[in-house]
């Protein structure tokens, strides 16, 4: 019997604990038993936590939201000897191999611990959908369902008080939230980092609306997006975490001002924040980390390290962690394109 790590990094995102006990049972039939390292990486350096995990403690945590084994936003890469730490405390709990479960910060840090000889698989996982080499991350689709029913409902407040409500979607420099939700919620307007808007051209669209008797609009905006007269994103304020990024957030609340300033119609803002990645994942999102979590076990079996299990239809396959890694995937332009028509 051998023992395989686990571990979460960067924000929580549902299906995080469907991957987990994907991971303990595939690892069981294989003879192999699984600890877990509490609050990300920070549980593999110095002082950190582990925690047992047998079937009996996974069984139940597949509709559970969030991670049991915490997480966090460490960066061992930024401590001294973080790399030295990461490397001791496998070898002192006795894991040949670890899967680490995250975005594009923790599997950065998996692809550089890997160069340096460390085995380990990576799972993708983020709300945004931003990782590259895979077609899909598990917790996406639950957070635009979460951002859809927002909107569905938003609509019909808006049209009762004939409101223009903008609507800030997670997702950071992708737009793929606010895409996604917005086409399926039926924003009138959608901004999406990848394509720069004049604010102008928002209350030419809503001034129109209002001319053809539609007293109400919808404005899906991502927390990325650029209003063109600004050239760059909004953020809360000047902080930033280990991995350098800047908190986002403000431009719904910004650009209602300016609606209303421009239009003189009543404008107001919603921020969805951190309700997108709360709670239980959907149905798509528990099959998708299940999959992912078996897959990282067949890896490890299989000595496949410095890999990421991955989506490629409906396909699970593995691919490099630096393949994931190296840019953001974006919306390509002809997405926008397509959802472009439906605003008006
Ligand atoms: O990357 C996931 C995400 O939810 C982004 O969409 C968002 O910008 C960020 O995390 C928020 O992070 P935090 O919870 O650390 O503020």
Redesign the pocket.
Known sequence: MKKIGVMTG??D?PGLNAVIRSVVVKAATLGHEVIGFKRGWKGLLEGGETVRLDIEDVEDIYMLGGTIIGTS?TNPLKLENGMEQVEKNLQKHECFALVAIG?EDTLGVANVLCNKGMKIVGVPK???NDLSATDYTFGFDTAINIATEALDRLHTTAKSHERVLVVEI???HAGW?ALHAGMAGGAHIILIPEVPFDVDWICQIVKERKKKGKDYTLVAVS?GAIPTDFGSFVTKDAKK?EFERE??GGIAECLARIIEEKTGLETRSVVLG?L??GGSPTTYDRVLGTRLGVKAVEMIHNGEFGKMASVRGTEIVSVPIAEAVEVLKKVPPERYEEARIFFA
């Open positions: 960067g924000g995102c936003r975005g983020t709300i945004d997670m997702g950071r939230m927390e975490d908190r986002l951190h997108q990645r």
